[in-house]
């Protein structure tokens, strides 16, 4: 197929996607799926690029020896740590110039969200390593309320690891079951489904 990028069908796709940038690109897959967690989790303005499917299907290649499985956790982990420091980042230093001259946030919205990662910022980075979307943008807002870096970090390199190493492991281990391989597009929607449940329970809540 030809590899045209959309983002709907490469998100619902993403094992026909990736087998064509394995038999495309070769090694250079690596440096691919480097540069596509590190955009999903570093810049708030591509929360919509791929990020769990895409690695448990990563996983679930390596399986069958497609590419190397453990290349491929430390160049997912590096990429997924990166993104979110640059994130942070950004955030520190263009965020609250944005947030503070914005008509529709006031200076109360930036007290509060300094505070509540003063408070909570460790589990909220962790946390949302586990939710599209919120994952792009916590990190971003962690460094607008300036919580502490080394804190950040921290969590950052923990919850990184953490989110690869399950959905990449589980990807590996899965992959080699015949069902998961003839289904697998029905398992990234499960996936998919299953990473927006904890949006759409706090969208009920608050409602």
């Known amino acids: ?87 942070y980042w950004i955030g520190s230093y263009f965020g609250e110039k944005f947030f503070l001259k914005s008509r529709f946030f006031k200076k109360e919205y930036f007290d509060r969200t300094n505070e509540f990662y003063r408070k909570h910022g460790g589990k909220t980075i962790i946390l949302a390593r586990f939710m599209p979307v919120i994952r792009t943008f916590a990190p971003f807002v962690a460094g607008i309320g300036k919580m502490n870096y080394r804190r950040f970090l921290l969590f950052n390199i923990s919850g990184g690891i953490l989110w690869i190493s399950l959905f990449l492991f589980a990807g590996y281990y899965f992959g080699t079951i015949p069902f998961v391989k003839e289904n697998l597009t029905i398992f990234i929607l499960i996936i998919i489904f299953l990473s927006i449940i904890p ?4 969208y009920l809540r608050k409602k």
Not at 47 to 73: E, K, R, T
Not at 199 to 202: F, P, R, S, T
């Open 1 to 87: 197929m030809a590899l045209t990028y959309n983002p709907i069908s490469f998100i619902l796709n993403i094992d026909i996607y990736l087998s064509e940038i394995i038999k495309t690109y070769g090694s250079l897959t690596y440096v691919i799926l480097f540069m596509i967690l590190f955009l999903e989790t570093g810049l708030v303005i591509t929360p919509f690029l791929p990020g769990d499917s895409l690695v448990f299907v990563a996983g679930a290649f390596a399986a069958h020896g497609a590419i190397n499985i453990i290349f491929l956790f430390i160049i997912l982990s590096a990429g997924a740590i990166l993104g979110d420091t640059v994130n």
């Open 199 to 202: 949006l759409i329970v706090e």
